[in-house]
């Protein structure tokens, strides 16, 4: 399945924005953007830019594209925060509030990567299985195990 690639800071889509959309679209991800792609073991990746403060308007768009691969189906989710900055609590309620993810690995590699992660798994404890990883075999494996058992 092909990358989505989604408007970064300062973006204004409607949370409906990619519904419709083909699952061929693709793009070149520029460093400022989200991407959303489903890959083939059927775990949604979402990337988030490295350098950047992600907003509602971004993490809408993003919401809406994960919606779109799910296609009402309940999916495993990877999350990269790798390098970000900030998450605003506008966005963290976006992520936090979605009904198609089964169960959230939180991909990061310094000590603030897991400030982020832990900062958005805090926005509704318990409504999903969520952890943060540093190890990416790990939190496939980790997202494997927990959509079996949703």
């Known amino acids: ?3 989505q690639t ?3 800071r300062d973006s204004r889509l409607p949370d409906d924005a990619l519904e419709g959309l083909s699952e061929e679209v693709t793009a070149t991800a520029p460093a400022d953007r ?3 792609d489903l890959a083939e073991d059927g775990i949604v990746e979402v990337t988030l830019p490295p350098n950047s403060i992600v907003r509602a308007p971004e993490a809408r768009a993003a919401a809406a594209a994960v919606r779109a ?3 009402g189906r309940r999916l495993p989710l990877l999350l990269r925060v790798t390098g970000v900055l900030s998450v605003t609590d506008d966005a963290r309620l976006t992520y936090s509030n979605s009904v198609v993810v089964s169960a959230c690995a ?3 590699e310094s000590p603030v990567d897991r400030v982020i992660a832990h900062f958005l798994l ?3 404890p318990g409504s999903i299985p969520g952890r943060f990883f540093t190890s ?3 939190a496939r ?3 494997r195990e927990h959509h079996r058992e949703s």
Do not use: H, N, Q
């Open 136 to 138: 990416e075999a790990e």
């Open 122 to 124: 805090r926005a509704k």
């Open 34 to 36: 989200i991407t959303v």
């Open 1 to 3: 399945m092909s990358a």
């Open 141 to 143: 494996d980790w997202l």
């Open 6 to 8: 989604l408007p970064a």
């Open 106 to 108: 939180l991909l990061g």
């Open 69 to 71: 691969f799910a296609d």
